[in-house]
């Protein structure tokens, strides 16, 4: 399948954000050769703008009832500035990446990590407690913090204020 460029008119057929152009000048040093390496990649672009367009609850609504993708969106707003065409152009790029090198991009998995196993008589299994982990960004936060403000938060989706930020969960 080809790559169809979303020019922020609301192209019917649409099935990318970004061209390659665009990437390879987003990626740069082992990110851009690896991504160069790769003989699969409309079918990596495609996939990594199906995760960004179907992982969010985005704000606002589609700027036409034709068109193939979820951007172009109206009535959004950011900082105070309308967003016009397709804010999701760096997002989708990190999604390319994760697409690259995560063996999976949905998984019905736990994000704890275990912090100890027994076997022996019974079976038991601890978790680390998620508060403590490092504050530092996981792949898929890089998304979240990248597309701030454009999709619903928890908060909003019950119809409250916009307070804090809402995560990609993975589960």
Do not use: H
Not at 54 to 80: A, C, H, Y
Not at 116 to 134: L, M, T
């Amino acid at each position: 399948m080809s790559l169809v460029f979303e020019n922020g008119t609301g192209v019917p057929d649409a099935n990318t954000y970004v061209n390659l152009p665009y990437v390879e000048n987003y990626f740069t040093g082992d990110r851009l050769s690896k991504f160069n390496e790769l003989e699969n990649k409309d079918e990596i672009v495609i996939a990594a703008t199906q995760f960004i367009d179907i992982s969010f609850d985005w704000k606002g609504s589609r700027k036409t009832l034709e068109q193939g993708l979820n951007f172009p969106r109206m009535d959004v707003e950011l900082d105070g500035f309308i967003i016009e065409g397709v804010a999701v152009k760096k997002a989708t790029c990190e999604a390319i990446w994760l697409v690259m090198t995560e063996k999976r991009l949905f998984n019905n998995k736990s994000d704890r990590t275990i912090a100890s196993e027994s076997i022996g008589g019974a079976v038991s299994v601890s978790y680390f407690d998620p508060k403590d982990r490092e504050n530092v960004a996981t792949r898929f936060e890089v998304l979240n913090r990248l597309l701030r403000g454009l999709f619903k938060t928890e908060n909003e989706k019950k119809g409250g204020s916009n307070i804090g930020s809402a995560s990609v969960i993975r589960a």
